[in-house]
């Protein structure tokens, strides 16, 4: 208890002494049957005793039934007899049936005391922060911003909602600098499965969350991302299915359900957003995605440097977005033929005009063509497993 947190303290306090409660009821319950049993064993020895005596008492002599009326104590150790015999049978079967509960008794009750009782390590010492135990402070929750004017420019998610993002304004010398983070969630290669992504946060804005927790590298907790705690950090939401890179004029139409294929136009009415609140003037620019996130980043990497400042720096992270054209064990190559069906549905040839006509739709989405044509930095973290 005294090792926890301030705040946590007084929850485990209480938490003990229900322990301790249900301990002492279990070692009450023990006394009861304890005592239930010397009784029924007193009374059975009181009725072989009359029986006894019933069958084989003799009159005491006159000299022994005198000594028992003049002695003063007489009655009250013939009364105490029984009793001092029953508190020793019951100690006998505690001993045999309750000894390691009546220890523990006293032990849960020592220990309690002596933490209830002791002043708290922390009586002396001023607490200097108010952090959980983890050593930080609880993530900040961010709103979400719906794009103004998305609809009018056709820029909205698969069910036609305006697109979002959460942004956190940076500060001190942080002010001037701006991570970006494309949000991740796979991708959806017929109507089937986009219409299931549009009944989530990943397909229609009507599902996201109001508020986003801003935890790892869009923290601005100095103790848990000491690089970019004071930077603009903004987190894009994925709600197209094409990692930001379908642009269908026509809006798809199946069993009257309306299907709209903007990834690309979203992107453009994100960072147009973004550009008025102040990334046009940013020093450094920082762009991040995680999964088809991370593919995003590969697609807009170059989109993003001629956004900034020619002065600026900008550097590009894909996270865990490198996917490889090969066989699986089964010889074929699921991921061609799962882009390729992405691909034909957002017509994606539209937006990797710099691919060779003879290859298959699905190739062009894949991250080892598409970060060929980049000049600018790129960092890639893709795990082994």
Not at 80 to 88: G, K, M, N, V
Not at 159 to 171: A, I, M, S
Not at 237 to 243: F, L, M, N, P, V
Not at 266 to 283: H, Q
């Amino acid at each position: 208890v005294l090792l926890a947190p301030p705040r946590l303290r007084s929850h485990q306090v209480v938490s003990s002494i229900v322990r301790l409660a249900h301990v002492l009821s279990s070692l009450l319950r023990l006394i009861k049957k304890g005592h239930r049993e010397v009784v029924a064993d007193a009374a059975a020895a009181r009725s072989t005793s009359t029986n006894h005596r019933s069958t084989r008492s003799l009159p005491l002599p006159p000299v022994a039934t005198s000594l028992s009326l003049m002695h003063p104590l007489s009655s009250s150790s013939a009364s105490a007899a029984p009793a001092t015999h029953r508190l020793r049978l019951w100690w006998r079967r505690l001993g045999r049936r309750g000894a390691a509960g009546a220890a523990a008794f006293a032990f849960a009750l020592l220990a309690a005391a002596f933490f209830l009782l002791s002043p708290s390590r922390d009586a002396s010492a001023p607490s200097t922060s108010s952090y959980p135990s983890y050593g930080h402070r609880l993530p900040t929750l961010v709103d979400l911003t719906l794009v103004a004017g998305a609809k009018e420019r056709g820029a909205v998610c698969l069910d036609g909602t305006p697109p979002g993002y959460h942004w956190l304004p940076g500060f001190g010398e942080g002010s001037d600098k701006w991570l970006l983070h494309l949000e991740g969630g796979s991708w959806c290669r017929n109507l089937t499965w986009c219409a299931q992504r549009k009944e989530t946060n990943l397909g229609s804005s009507d599902h996201m969350e109001r508020r986003a927790e801003f935890v790892g590298i869009l923290s601005d907790d100095e103790l848990q991302n000491p690089d970019f705690y004071n930077w603009n950090k903004v987190k894009v939401r994925y709600c197209d299915g094409a990692s930001f890179s379908g642009n269908v004029e026509e809006e798809f139409q199946e069993d009257g359900t309306p299907f709209f294929f903007r990834g690309q136009r979203i992107w453009e009415a994100v960072m147009s957003e973004l550009l008025s609140k102040g990334l046009s003037r940013a020093k450094e620019a920082f762009l991040t995605g995680c999964s088809a996130g991370g593919l995003s980043t590969y697609i807009h990497c170059d989109d993003f440097r001629a956004l900034v400042p020619k002065a600026s720096t900008v550097k590009c992270l894909a996270d865990g977005g490198f996917f490889l054209d090969v066989e699986d064990i089964s010889g074929r190559r699921y991921m061609r033929g799962f882009y390729n069906d992405v691909a034909r549905l957002q017509d994606l040839r539209k937006k990797f005009t710099h691919c060779s006509s003879d290859m298959e739709p699905g190739q062009v989405h894949f991250s080892t063509g598409s970060c060929k044509r980049h000049p600018h930095p790129n960092v890639h973290s893709q795990s082994s497993i």
